[in-house]
């Protein structure tokens, strides 16, 4: 069997000496066993999946960088579980009859999850001014006004939401074509 390379060897090095710290370190922060295990897991994918591997030069320096990783992937579950339990509320506060499939609850679900994503990639303030103008349906100006800039520049965070959000459409079409079987050969 051929010897591993040297950024295996250092990446094996790393996950063997700092998961069970991180482990810890997670469910002491998150207080769920099963989600610590599932975000320390994903601490390494992430890093393996990096392009440039950072090399360590010190157990503090790679267990900080292990933490803010993790931290960041906390977050991330945090947003998403906000999202969810929002979603459960409308739907407990809806009538039964209007209740839809678990199918498109799902659907519903992702789609929220995606836009909240594109939504925390923007600036607080064009997230905001979105938010305000297309959910509250508050005009331009009202929106300039809670948000202390111009109505041109609501109008330029919200098409920078808008692109955002055509993108993400975008990227659901193509793979929906994807998965669409291709014309019958005669």
Not at 122 to 131: D, G, N, Y
């Amino acid at each position: 069997m051929p010897a591993a390379d040297p950024a295996t060897q250092q990446f094996d090095a790393l996950y063997t000496s700092h998961h069970g710290w991180l482990y810890g370190w997670l469910r002491y922060r998150l207080g769920n066993a099963s989600e610590a295990a599932d975000l320390a897991h994903d601490t390494f994918v992430r890093l393996l999946a990096s392009r440039n591997h950072p090399c360590f030069g010190s157990v503090p320096e790679a267990r900080a960088y292990l933490r803010t990783t993790a931290k960041n992937l906390c977050i991330n579950l945090w947003h998403r579980q906000e999202i969810e339990r929002a979603w459960l509320d409308t739907l407990a506060a809806a009538p039964q009859d209007h209740c839809p499939s678990a199918e498109r609850q799902a659907m519903v679900l992702q789609a929220l999850e995606e836009v909240g994503a594109m939504l925390r990639q923007l600036s607080p303030k064009a997230s905001r001014a979105f938010l305000l103008a297309v959910v509250c349906d508050m005009t331009d100006d009202e929106v300039g006004a809670e948000l202390g800039v111009s109505g041109r520049m609501v109008r330029k965070y919200v098409a920078q939401a808008m692109l955002g959000c055509l993108t993400l459409h975008a990227r659901q079409t193509a793979a929906e074509l994807r998965q669409e079987p291709g014309p019958a050969r005669p």
